[in-house]
């Protein structure tokens, strides 16, 4: 008797049923809430809210209705939610492949509806499904080669998440309880049962000890990119991984570097730059690299953290505070936000706004100095901004101008 896909009995592997099934929806109910949470989180850690050049997303409309003023403590808050979205995303991989493999003879039953209830579930399975593998292949591809999507990763990611988690809610709402009852159930049975299984292979638990291998795999080579020194070097299959880019006090991880931000070392002179400050009814104050470090000089021990998962350790920055700044420009109390404006003439991460309080935490910076040494031209000489619990996006380098209280 020949078989299509359609039929049952086309599907011949022991190891599908509603246990394997189960156990993997359970996971990915668990680890596709924290992705979601942490996602939401990294969008609000931009401050789009702040001004139109840190929101990626205009239109996103009332899908913005939660976000909040992004705090600067603890000063390690973004590289942990940051490193747990991207870790666990990338992690999750095998758990989500292999869900979907088990429940592939579902895609092809006929006929396609049987009635309008059934019609609109598979639906939302076509949302659920499509909405998961965008999901995960859009935030692969943005952390691999940054460069595919100029400007647009951040809208499609956004609002795929939200298509996928409103699917992913109804899902869950209709399959948990049957789930939880699965795993428990020593009989297995059901449609995704074969009727004419294949002689096993491998164990039901033998084959979810591979998908967790598959996953622990995964972690331990992505892992790494939230660390420096040795454990960076395990990150292989991080982009930022491996080994440190350089020695020395300058030699942490480097995003793009001043050749490639078109920084010309005439403009970062001594005797050619200069910051420009502008403040309180246009009052403005222009100062040499020399001038700033004569100003009060503070450390800050802070890390990079890049919405691409990869961090720093805490480096241990020296600079002018940004509220000292304000200061210098009239504003004495209350230092308001700041737009932040780079040498660099294109790219989307050439300025930025802070939000008043992370212009008043007195850890952030514009820095002169990292860890002892004046700053390399790839880390932002002359000068750079460094804001605890920020994004690595908000750390403008070669800053060239502040101008305060109007974003
Ligand atoms: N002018 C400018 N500043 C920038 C960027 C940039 O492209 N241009 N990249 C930002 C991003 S995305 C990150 S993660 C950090 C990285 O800082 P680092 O290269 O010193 O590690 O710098 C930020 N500051
Ligand atoms: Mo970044």
Redesign the pocket.
């Known amino acids: 008797m020949r078989t299509t896909p359609a039929s049952p009995s086309f599907w011949r592997s022991p190891l599908r049923g509603p246990w394997f099934t189960s156990v993997l929806g359970l996971v990915l109910l668990v680890g596709i809430t924290v992705l979601f949470v942490t996602g939401l989180v990294s969008y609000a850690a931009y401050n789009p809210g702040l001004s139109p050049l840190n929101d990626k997303t205009p239109d996103k409309g009332v899908l913005g209705l939660y976000l909040f003023a992004w705090p600067t403590g603890p000063h390690w808050l973004y590289r942990l939610t940051q490193g747990v979205h991207v870790t666990l995303g990338v992690t999750l991989i095998p758990v989500l492949l292999a869900k979907l493999w088990s429940v592939v003879p579902k895609l092809f039953a006929l006929p396609p509806a049987r009635s309008l209830t059934h019609a609109l579930e598979r639906v939302s399975l076509l949302l659920l499904v499509g909405g998961g593998l965008f999901e995960f292949v859009t935030g692969v591809l943005n952390v691999q080669l940054d460069y595919l999507f100029p400007g647009s990763f951040y809208p499609l990611h956004f609002y795929g998440a939200w298509v996928f988690f409103a699917a992913f809610v109804a899902h869950a709402v209709l399959k948990v309880p049957a789930a939880v009852r699965n795993v428990r159930k020593a009989r297995e049975e059901g449609e995704l049962v074969a009727p004419r299984p294949e002689p096993p292979t491998v164990s039901r638990r033998g084959a979810l000890w591979f998908v967790g291998g598959g996953s622990l795999l995964l972690f331990a080579t992505t892992a790494g990119q939230s660390f420096d020194g040795p454990l960076r070097r395990t990150a292989l299959l991080a982009p930022h991984g491996g080994a440190d880019p350089a020695q020395g006090p300058n030699g942490?991880?480097?995003?793009?570097t001043a050749a490639?931000?078109g920084i010309d070392h005439a403009e970062t002179a001594e005797d050619a730059w200069r910051l420009v400050v502008v403040g309180r009814s246009g009052r403005t104050v222009r100062l040499g690299r020399t001038e700033l470090a004569q100003l009060p000089l503070y450390s800050s021990a802070l890390p990079?953290?890049?919405?691409?998962g990869w961090s720093?350790s805490d480096q241990s920055w020296r600079g002018v505070r940004l509220r000292d700044l304000a200061a210098l420009v009239g504003y004495d109390v209350d230092p308001p936000d700041v737009l932040v404006e780079?040498?660099?003439r294109r790219?989307?991460?050439?300025?930025a706004a802070l939000r008043a309080n992370q212009v008043a935490d007195p850890r952030s910076l514009l820095a002169l100095y990292v860890n002892g040494e004046a700053l390399s031209p790839?880390?932002?000489y002359p000068a750079?901004v460094i804001v605890p619990a920020a994004?690595?996006?908000?750390?403008?380098?070669?800053?060239a101008r502040l101008t305060f209280g109007k974003v």
């Open positions: 942490f991880q480097i995003n793009k490639y931000a990079i953290a890049c919405v691409e720093t780079s040498l660099q790219g989307a991460f050439r300025h790839d880390h932002g750079r994004p690595g996006v908000l750390n403008t380098k070669w800053v």
